[in-house]
């Protein structure tokens, strides 16, 4: 399972690849789109408050990928926001 992340880039007006994630897929999987984006938008949050993405727009696909690496089922689409939560010093 994989969510494909591009990231907005305000200069261009456009979205851009920015990485791919590897996760597993929940269990049991989610019934439907609405479920599967709000699964992968928890998801995302983690991924981005671990690494330190900076705030944005974002766009994800998540899917199912072959040994090679090439999507094989589109599971959802979305757009995502980030905002980083505040740190007290």
Do not use: I
Request: charged share 20%; proline share 9%; glycine share 10%.
């Amino acid at each position: 399972m994989w969510l494909d992340v591009s990231m907005w880039t305000g200069l261009r007006g456009t979205f851009h690849p920015f990485m791919d994630v590897a996760c597993e897929a929940p269990d049991p999987p989610p019934a439907d789109a609405g479920e599967w984006q709000r699964w992968a938008g928890s998801y995302l949050t983690a991924v981005a408050a671990k690494e330190g993405w900076q705030a944005g727009r974002y766009a994800y696909s998540a899917e199912r990928r072959d040994p090679g690496g090439h999507p094989v089922e589109v599971l959802t689409r979305g757009q995502w926001e980030w905002t980083p939560a505040a740190t007290s010093s």
